[in-house]
């Protein structure tokens, strides 16, 4: 687990040798073990190594292959290097390290990227220059787990593992993309291929990236889930669950490959203690690690408790206080260095801390919901579309343009201050909110619309497009993906939410510690699996995550698990009413807003205001504008 950057120029009198190193310099939380850079004609890699496999200076980085054809820097794990290293022994291969990243290089030598990159099992960024054929090499795990932001002015490429490595080149002055700005007030964070700045990009996960010099950068896809719908899982439920075992099984023992201690990130749910019951089953003697919080209606704690008491873990947990809050949100934009929203980034930071007191690698339990159709945004949406289709078409458009025409997002925030009995109402239980949706779905020409309008992580309806004078973010609809619609919501957010919110935070936050977070539930044959099972069997008679909570009975009785999904929420409202309310004073000052330009001051005047009058609907508004006013101070 590392931090990589580079360049290929166009021009070679251009020397990029000290932003290089500046760029690796400004890695240095991914990799506090070593650092290393090679420069060749016109190119340049630089590398940052957290030691986890093959702990030697054999598998420093920059790699050069035995022949010097190729070079390479590789941030990430490919957890089957063992069995891709039996299989180049075979073909006359001899290694001199026991870890992954000489098998990597010599598997790309010995069967050329496409065929190396479809045979690893593991979460990889990947930098290779070929030497003899003058080309730069860039690749992505499938699932989008490892980053790799690149740019491209039509002469220069750079890259790196986050953008601030990419601030270090001085030839390129940082613009802001105002069509991915307004993705990020829509959604909380900017996925693939955007990134917060014009001409600089994520490499979309399941891609790799070829140029060639002289030539314009080519994208190619390796793999794509949809391709496993074409052959659907046969077998009862019954082996559909032991078959589903077996896969976990495997995809655990690769995963606890490591030269140093390894934890696991436990909440209570279903995916967390799925993954402990059969890690602690399997291998045993596991470390789990729990965050609580003072406020019950969001604390976990007493949950994990009970279940890592049951599989007999050694567990440690630690009650998370608005002080230590306080003291995180100052590097806010440090941590993530792009504009980005989830504020269970603070605790997914706190836990990721605690274990770094005990072990070098953790892993997390993300994925089970978009493979298990587990979110509770399914459910909802599903009985909306239920209501929905039963209303002809002419009568659902003529009462979306009557309700469109009204003002309810402000009667909405007007009647939650004139009121006091409203404030004590859960937001979606206050009436003029419910028209507010009542509108959004009425007036949405498809089903996609309908989930992208839900999904609003903060600003929909009238506020949204006074906020940022940006065009409409344009993303593929949940609609356009085959399936049942349960099927599509769950693809959507495979290839939107997952790797654009919760792998982002999870690899910036274990990252910031120095300890190497892994996704075990999100191994390629597993999701490939939960896509070719019945959707009836992912949404069963047990409920939501129907074979998962079926596997997960045998280890963990149903009542340790069985109750309403928390998520890993944090009570931020209270937090930004309290001892953060100076960051509103500090970061959303009128003038301020103003001065800067980049947000509407009317829009942010509104949302505050309803803050202030405790109207709970505006804190995630207040949040994602303090999140980009803590980045642009930051980095703008």
């Known amino acids: 687990m590392c931090g990589i950057a580079g360049f290929r120029i166009g021009e070679r009198h251009c020397d990029r040798r000290a932003d290089l190193a500046s760029a690796v310099h400004a890695l240095r939380h991914r990799g506090p073990d070593d650092e290393g850079l ?94 003899h054929e003058r080309r730069l090499l860039l690749i992505r795990d499938r699932l989008g787990v490892k980053p790799l932001y690149y740019g491209w002015d039509g002469r220069s490429l750079w890259f790196g593992s986050e953008l601030k490595a990419l601030r270090a080149f001085r030839h390129w002055t940082p613009e802001i993309d105002r069509t991915a700005l307004a993705e990020y007030f829509h959604f909380g964070y900017i996925n693939a291929p955007r990134s917060i700045y014009r001409h600089v990009f994520k490499l979309e996960p399941g891609h790799w990236l070829e140029l060639k010099d002289g030539a314009e950068p080519v994208i190619r896809c390796y793999w794509n889930v949809l391709d496993a719908l074409d052959n659907p899982a046969p077998g009862n439920e019954q082996q559909m669950t032991e078959e589903l075992e077996a896969l976990m099984v495997d995809a655990f023992r690769l995963r606890m490959v490591s030269d140093v201690p ?20 399997h291998h045993g003697d596991v470390h789990t690690f729990t965050i609580g919080f003072e406020e019950k209606q969001y604390d976990e704690s007493a949950h994990a408790r009970l279940v890592a008491s049951h599989l007999g873990t050694h567990h440690t947990e630690r009650t998370l206080e608005t002080s230590e809050a306080k003291r995180i949100l100052p590097s806010w934009a440090e941590l993530y260095d792009e504009p980005f929203a989830d504020a269970s980034g603070i605790p997914t930071y706190l836990v990721s801390k605690l274990a770094a007191e005990t072990v070098k690698v953790v892993l997390s339990a993300d994925g089970g919901d978009e493979l298990f159709s587990g979110y509770g945004i399914y459910t909802s949406m599903l009985r909306t579309l239920n209501r929905r289709n039963r209303i002809p ?25 004139r009121f006091p009995t409203l404030q004590r109402v859960h937001p ?31 600003w929909w309806g009238g506020d949204a497009a006074t906020l940022v004078s940006g065009p409409r973010p344009a993303r593929a609809l949940a609609d356009t993906y085959p399936g049942t619609f349960a099927d599509q919501m769950c693809l959507w957010d495979l290839h939107n939410y997952l790797p654009g919110d919760i792998l982002t935070k999870v690899d910036r936050a274990t990252m910031a ?43 963990v009785p149903r009542e340790l698990v069985d109750r309403p999904k928390m998520g890993f929420a944090i009570p931020l409202g209270d937090w930004l009413h309290g001892d953060l309310h100076h960051l509103i004073d500090d970061y959303l000052d009128p003038a301020l807003i103003r001065k800067r330009g980049m947000l509407n001051p009317d829009a942010v005047e509104r949302a505050t205001r309803a803050f202030h009058a405790h109207d709970d609907l505006a804190t995630n508004k207040v949040w994602s504008m303090l999140a980009f006013q803590m980045w642009y101070e930051r980095w703008a």
């Not at 078409?393 to 201050?417: E, F, N």
Request: include cysteine.
């Open 262 to 281: 390894v934890g696991m990130f436990l909440s209570g749910g279903i995916d967390s203690s799925v993954v402990t019951a059969l890690l602690q089953k």
């Open 513 to 555: 510690v120095g300890i190497e977070g892994r996704e075990p539930l999100i191994d390629h044959r597993l999701v490939e699996f939960a896509f070719r099972t019945p959707v009836d069997m992912r949404r069963g008679s047990l409920g939501t995550k129907h074979l998962l909570r079926k596997l997960l009975y045998k280890y």
């Open 38 to 131: 090679w420069f060749g004609e016109g190119v340049g890699l630089g590398h940052r190594r957290l030691s986890i496999l093959d702990l030697s200076t054999g598998s420093r980085q920059p790699m050069l292959s035995p022949d010097g054809r190729y070079v390479m820097v590789y941030n990430g794990e490919v957890y089957n290097f063992r069995d891709v290293r039996r299989r180049l022994e075979v073909k006359g291969r001899s290694f001199a390290t026991t870890g992954d990243s000489e098998v990597v290089l010599a598997a790309v030598d010995e069967w050329g990227v496409e065929a190396a990159v479809r045979s690893f099992i593991g979460m990889f960024a990947i930098a290779i220059w070929d030497n």
């Open 428 to 458: 979606r239980r206050r009436p003029m909110w419910r028209l507010c949706r009542v509108r959004d779905w009425l007036g949405s020409a498809s089903n996609g619309e309908v989930y992208e309008r839900m999904l609003g992580a903060s």
């Open 393 to 417: 078409l002419p009568i659902r458009a003529l009462g979306g343009a009557v309700l469109r025409s009204l003002p309810l997002d402000q009667l909405d925030s007007w009647s939650a201050a």
